[in-house]
């Protein structure tokens, strides 16, 4: 392939292919943009939009915080992170281009040019490693950017796309490091790659580091020329990974103050398993994507029957795929692969490395000739194999085989006849097309279907957001006090997707000093503790000055997805403002009852905390696990719990580890209830008043609870909170007097104006997460929240925000960019020395 002509033809060919594939699959799916979009978000993956959303609203100037700070989430929390995880990628800029309303139509487009652009950099990768058909490598790269793993689990995860293409890209940096060409873009490849999305951009180098391994094996080069090419990938990777730290670094420090989510240990997938993923129409959560079409696998078997390939390529190629495979079920490997650490998700996320690898093979299979009939018997039966491997598998589904069959049938027709003449040729490309177009479609629309499945416990998208997003602006009070979207979801980031400030947030770099404030607070999570839901409680309202929250409620007889099947109303509520003066000291840590720790963090006891007893629907008392015993072991089934409470007084009750529903007495509203420790943690949950009309105030009043338990858990033996609001009042009323009078907020820092003659310590209803610093000096906490000493006589309060190693990540960038320019300067001179000097 001796010019950029027919390059550009098999890009384009790969990326069309891409396309037209995805897009079928998503319509035959009736999924986003052609279905209804009450369920985009979920098609999409709902914890990644509004992160667009985010970068929307920074492209246009309308973001609470910047590029280092999120005022909007979690209460306010780090956003370098999370920029540099989700939406460092340079398409993620496209969405500044559509309008923010139709974020999710934006996200979809950017998802599908990334798997377009990585089939195109594949198409034009592989015969750069050795010549051959340019529709063929279309063919092959538009197979590994349709492989299972990327229109299946990274097309809801669009910033794993990042590595979908880094993979090629970096194999070509390594070429050039190889040749001794490209000395100072392939750095910068380096850089954009780790940059887009360092997780996968690892898996992506380490990917790369193999194919290079192999290249410089069976290219068969001296001993010298092979150490000073593994210098040169070396110097490039260092340089490139250099140049990208001002946005690794944070990210890495990032995940190490993060909450850790689960502790899943590794455990391999059955091999029956994995062969039924090669084949179309398959779904797993915990097992390895590895569909790519039928073509491309017979291609890859083949290549170790193809004779007109030289001995090593024959051999070593199959044996890396081998061996890569193998690699993903051992878990010393597992975990090299994974940074050393196992996911809190899929485990198997470099699948798409061994798919790129698959497709290196198959090129080299067809690149020195077309198999002939021994190499294409030889490979079918290697492809038998596998599909009858995989018959032994559940993951097979009723079109798996069908799907099978006819691609295989249609590969092995046009390898047959590709030879025999043009109109051949143009047949056989036909068919390889057709057939890998037809599998990935059905695989993509299978796929969508259960991801849908898998997603659809969140609130639908469409007029509740629009009514969402109204009623934060008409509220809005930022940075008197905060208003909060309210606790139905409809993803794990609506602060940043319908506005305000509110204390439900998901990401990777989820703090933990935030998950286990909430949690001690009575607070909710699902993902392990990565996904925080919004605190729906007045105490913890008081102390964090949400004085605007929106409640979604359902409409009687309209359907969820319907545009008026939802009513957004808005509660006020007095709150303190966000900075308030407290006595020194105070409790250091928390305890176990979320009511007696919003009371330590409010400064005032508002709750009754009364004993209670549990019976089953039998009236069977439920005893407590041994001495002492802290929980009710409850099961399925119907139970009462009673307990003694002030008259008028509000009960909440405290149930983490319930999946079912609670009543108070027999007309109160049943209350739902989603835990299941520790993936789900459900939430402090308002019951009711109890004792009203004609009972004095604070005269003992019996409460009953009716509970419901679907499957096993725990019901805490102090699980009831009797909420005095008269008592909350005067508390709020004190934190006022005592609370600062201006508050004033930037993009990385907050600016508190105290009343004359304050003394004590300033707390500020923000998390403490590393990166703080007041005064000049890093801030202190005080139960997970920051705080400062007052200044003496009083005064104005000031706190900075920067991002742990943005700093250091910033020499380290500058200093890479000085090394390569050095580098480049000298190698330009050198050149020009040795140039002869013409009379």
Same mark, same amino acid.
């Given at each position: *392939?001796?010019?950029?002509?027919?390059?550009?033809?098999?890009?384009?060919?790969?990326?069309?292919?891409?396309?037209?594939?995805?897009?079928?699959?998503?319509? +035959?799916? &009736?999924?986003?943009?052609?279905?209804?979009?009450?369920?985009?978000?979920?098609?999409?993956?709902?914890?990644?939009?509004?992160?667009?959303?985010?970068?929307?609203?920074?492209?246009?100037?309308?973001?609470?915080?910047?590029?280092?700070?999120?005022?909007?989430?979690?209460?306010?929390?780090?956003?370098?992170?999370?920029?540099?995880?989700?939406?460092?990628?340079?398409?993620?800029?496209?969405?500044?281009?559509?309008?923010?309303?139709?974020?999710?139509?934006?996200?979809?487009?950017?998802?599908?040019?990334?798997?377009?652009?990585?089939?195109?950099? *594949?198409?034009?990768?592989?015969?750069?490693?050795?010549?051959?058909?340019?529709? /063929?490598?279309?063919?092959?790269?538009?197979?590994?950017?349709?492989?299972?793993?990327?229109?299946?689990?990274?097309?809801?995860?669009?910033?794993?796309?990042?590595?979908?293409?880094?993979?090629?890209?970096?194999?070509?940096?390594?070429?050039?490091?190889?040749?001794?060409?490209?000395?100072?873009?392939?750095?910068?490849?380096?850089?954009?790659?780790?940059?887009?999305?360092?997780?996968?951009?690892? *898996?992506?180098?380490?990917?790369?580091?193999?194919?290079?391994?192999?290249? *410089?094996?069976?290219?068969?080069?001296?001993?010298?020329?092979? %150490?000073?090419?593994?210098?040169?990938?070396? /110097?490039?990777?260092?340089?490139?990974?250099?140049?990208?730290?001002?946005?690794?670094?944070?990210?890495?420090?990032?995940?190490?103050?993060?909450?850790?989510?689960?502790?899943?240990?590794?455990?391999?997938?059955?091999?029956?398993?994995?062969?039924?993923?090669?084949?179309?129409?398959?779904?797993?959560?915990?097992?390895?994507?590895?569909?790519?079409?039928?073509?491309?696998?017979?291609?890859?078997?083949?290549?170790?029957?193809?004779?007109?390939?030289?001995?090593?390529?024959?051999?070593?190629?199959?044996? $890396?795929?081998?061996?890569?495979?193998?690699?993903?079920?051992?878990?010393?490997?597992?975990?090299?692969?994974?940074?050393?650490?196992?996911?809190?998700?899929?485990?198997?996320?470099?699948?798409?490395?061994? @798919?790129?690898?698959?497709?290196?093979?198959?090129?080299?299979?067809?690149?020195?000739?077309?198999?002939?009939?021994?190499?294409?018997?030889?490979?079918?039966?290697?492809?038998?194999?596998?599909?009858?491997?995989?018959?032994?598998?559940?993951?097979?589904?009723?079109?798996?085989?069908?799907?099978?069959?006819?691609? %295989?049938?249609?590969?092995?027709?046009?390898?047959?006849?590709?030879?025999?003449?043009?109109?051949? @040729?143009?047949?056989?490309?036909?068919?390889?097309?057709?057939?890998? +177009?037809?599998?990935?479609?059905?695989?993509?629309?299978?796929?969508?279907?259960?991801?849908?499945?898998?997603?659809?416990?969140?609130?639908?998208?469409?007029?509740?957001?629009?009514?969402?997003?109204?009623?934060?602006?008409?509220?809005?009070?930022?940075?008197?006090?905060?208003?909060?979207?309210?606790?139905?979801?409809?993803?794990?980031?609506?602060?940043?997707?319908?506005?305000?400030?509110?204390?439900?947030?998901?990401?990777?770099?989820?703090?933990?000093?935030?998950?286990?404030?909430?949690?001690?607070?009575?607070?909710?999570?699902?993902?392990?503790?990565?996904?925080?839901?919004?605190?729906?409680?007045?105490?913890?309202?008081?102390?964090?000055?949400?004085?605007?929250?929106?409640?979604?409620?359902?409409?009687?007889?309209?359907?969820?997805?319907?545009?008026?099947?939802?009513?957004?109303?808005?509660?006020?509520?007095?709150?303190?403002?966000?900075?308030?003066?407290?006595?020194?000291?105070?409790?250091?840590?928390?305890?176990?009852?979320?009511?007696?720790?919003?009371?330590?963090? $409010?400064?005032?006891?508002?709750?009754?905390?009364?004993?209670?007893?549990?019976?089953?629907?039998?009236?069977?008392?439920?005893?407590?696990?041994?001495?002492?015993?802290?929980?009710?072991?409850?099961?399925?089934?119907?139970?009462?719990?009673?307990?003694?409470?002030?008259?008028?007084?509000?009960?909440?009750?405290?149930?983490?580890?319930?999946?079912?529903?609670?009543? $108070?007495?027999?007309?109160?509203?049943?209350?739902?209830?989603?835990?299941?420790?520790?993936?789900?943690?459900?939430?402090?949950?308002?019951?009711?008043?109890?004792?009203?009309?004609?009972?004095?105030?604070?005269?003992?009043?019996?409460?009953?609870?009716?509970?419901?338990?679907?499957?096993?858990?725990?019901?805490?033996?102090?699980?009831?909170?009797?909420?005095?609001?008269?008592?909350?009042?005067?508390?709020?009323?004190?934190?006022?007097?005592?609370?600062?009078?201006?508050?004033?907020?930037?993009?990385?820092?907050?600016?508190?104006?105290?009343?004359?003659?304050?003394?004590?310590?300033?707390?500020?209803?923000?998390?403490?997460? @590393?990166?703080?610093?007041?005064?000049?000096?890093?801030?202190?906490?005080?139960?997970?929240?920051? /705080?400062?000493?007052?200044?003496?006589?009083?005064?104005?309060?000031?706190?900075?925000? &920067?991002?742990?190693?943005?700093?250091?990540?910033?020499? /380290?960038?500058?200093?890479?960019?000085?090394?390569?320019?050095?580098?480049?300067?000298?190698? @330009?001179?050198?050149?020009?020395?040795?140039?002869?000097?013409?009379?």
């Amino acid at each position: *392939m001796p010019t950029s002509r027919p390059r550009l033809r098999a890009g384009s060919l790969a990326a069309l292919l891409t396309v037209a594939a995805v897009c079928a699959g998503d319509a +035959a799916a &009736r999924s986003f943009p052609f279905g209804s979009r009450t369920r985009s978000i979920n098609d999409l993956g709902n914890q990644f939009v509004p992160f667009h959303a985010r970068l929307w609203d920074l492209l246009h100037k309308n973001a609470d915080g910047g590029v280092l700070f999120n005022w909007s989430s979690g209460f306010g929390t780090s956003f370098l992170p999370d920029l540099g995880t989700y939406l460092t990628s340079p398409f993620a800029l496209l969405v500044g281009v559509f309008p923010r309303e139709r974020i999710d139509l934006a996200v979809y487009v950017v998802t599908v040019l990334k798997m377009a652009s990585a089939a195109a950099v *594949m198409a034009v990768l592989l015969p750069t490693l050795r010549g051959g058909k340019w529709w /063929a490598a279309g063919v092959l790269g538009g197979s590994y950017a349709l492989c299972g793993w990327s229109v299946v689990e990274a097309s809801y995860n669009p910033m794993w796309l990042d590595g979908l293409i880094a993979l090629p890209l970096l194999c070509l940096a390594g070429e050039w490091a190889r040749t001794g060409r490209h000395r100072v873009a392939a750095p910068l490849l380096v850089a954009l790659a780790w940059a887009a999305n360092f997780y996968t951009a690892y *898996m992506a180098t380490l990917g790369a580091a193999l194919v290079l391994a192999v290249r *410089m094996f069976t290219e068969r080069a001296e001993r010298p020329e092979v %150490l000073r090419g593994l210098g040169r990938a070396a /110097a490039t990777v260092v340089l490139g990974v250099g140049i990208a730290a001002p946005v690794l670094l944070p990210v890495y420090l990032g995940t190490k103050h993060a909450y850790p989510g689960w502790t899943r240990s590794f455990g391999p997938a059955a091999w029956t398993d994995v062969f039924a993923r090669l084949l179309p129409a398959t779904y797993s959560f915990f097992t390895p994507a590895l569909f790519l079409g039928t073509g491309t696998l017979l291609l890859a078997a083949a290549l170790a029957f193809q004779r007109s390939v030289p001995r090593r390529e024959r051999w070593v190629w199959p044996g $890396l795929v081998v061996g890569v495979a193998l690699s993903l079920q051992w878990e010393p490997t597992h975990l090299l692969w994974h940074a050393f650490a196992t996911p809190n998700g899929s485990p198997y996320r470099q699948t798409f490395v061994l @798919a790129g690898i698959v497709v290196i093979a198959a090129w080299i299979s067809v690149a020195h000739a077309w198999p002939d009939r021994r190499a294409l018997l030889g490979g079918a039966v290697v492809v038998g194999l596998v599909a009858a491997g995989a018959g032994f598998s559940d993951l097979v589904t009723p079109w798996t085989y069908p799907l099978f069959a006819a691609g %295989l049938v249609a590969s092995v027709a046009a390898l047959a006849v590709v030879t025999k003449g043009r109109r051949f @040729a143009v047949l056989a490309a036909v068919l390889l097309i057709g057939a890998q +177009a037809g599998q990935a479609a059905a695989t993509t629309a299978y796929g969508d279907l259960q991801k849908r499945r898998r997603l659809d416990h969140y609130a639908p998208w469409g007029a509740r957001q629009r009514d969402q997003a109204a009623a934060v602006a008409k509220a809005d009070g930022w940075p008197r006090h905060r208003t909060d979207p309210g606790r139905l979801q409809a993803t794990g980031n609506d602060p940043l997707l319908v506005g305000g400030q509110g204390g439900g947030y998901y990401s990777s770099h989820t703090p933990a000093v935030l998950t286990r404030t909430l949690r001690s607070l009575g607070g909710g999570w699902t993902s392990n503790g990565r996904s925080l839901q919004s605190l729906d409680n007045p105490v913890t309202d008081a102390i964090f000055s949400v004085g605007a929250r929106l409640r979604s409620t359902r409409v009687p007889g309209r359907s969820v997805d319907a545009p008026d099947g939802w009513t957004v109303t808005t509660r006020h509520a007095d709150v303190p403002p966000l900075v308030t003066v407290r006595r020194p000291g105070g409790p250091a840590v928390y305890g176990r009852s979320p009511f007696r720790n919003q009371e330590k963090l $409010l400064g005032a006891a508002v709750y009754t905390v009364p004993r209670t007893e549990l019976r089953t629907a039998a009236g069977t008392a439920v005893p407590t696990p041994g001495r002492g015993g802290t929980d009710y072991r409850v099961g399925s089934g119907g139970y009462t719990l009673t307990a003694t409470c002030p008259a008028r007084s509000e009960v909440y009750l405290w149930a983490p580890d319930l999946y079912g529903s609670a009543r $108070l007495g027999g007309s109160g509203a049943e209350i739902a209830f989603k835990g299941r420790l520790p993936a789900r943690r459900a939430a402090v949950e308002r019951l009711g008043t109890i004792g009203g009309g004609s009972s004095a105030r604070n005269a003992p009043a019996s409460a009953w609870i009716a509970l419901t338990s679907v499957g096993e858990g725990t019901v805490p033996v102090d699980a009831v909170g009797c909420l005095d609001r008269t008592r909350l009042a005067s508390a709020v009323d004190g934190l006022k007097r005592t609370g600062a009078t201006a508050v004033h907020i930037t993009g990385h820092g907050i600016r508190a104006v105290l009343p004359p003659g304050s003394t004590g310590t300033a707390v500020i209803a923000v998390p403490r997460i @590393a990166g703080w610093s007041c005064q000049g000096r890093p801030a202190d906490t005080r139960l997970g929240l920051l /705080a400062t000493p007052v200044p003496p006589h009083g005064g104005a309060v000031d706190c900075v925000f &920067r991002p742990p190693g943005l700093r250091a990540g910033g020499a /380290a960038g500058v200093g890479a960019v000085l090394v390569l320019v050095a580098v480049t300067g000298w190698g @330009a001179h050198r050149r020009n020395r040795a140039v002869p000097v013409r009379a």
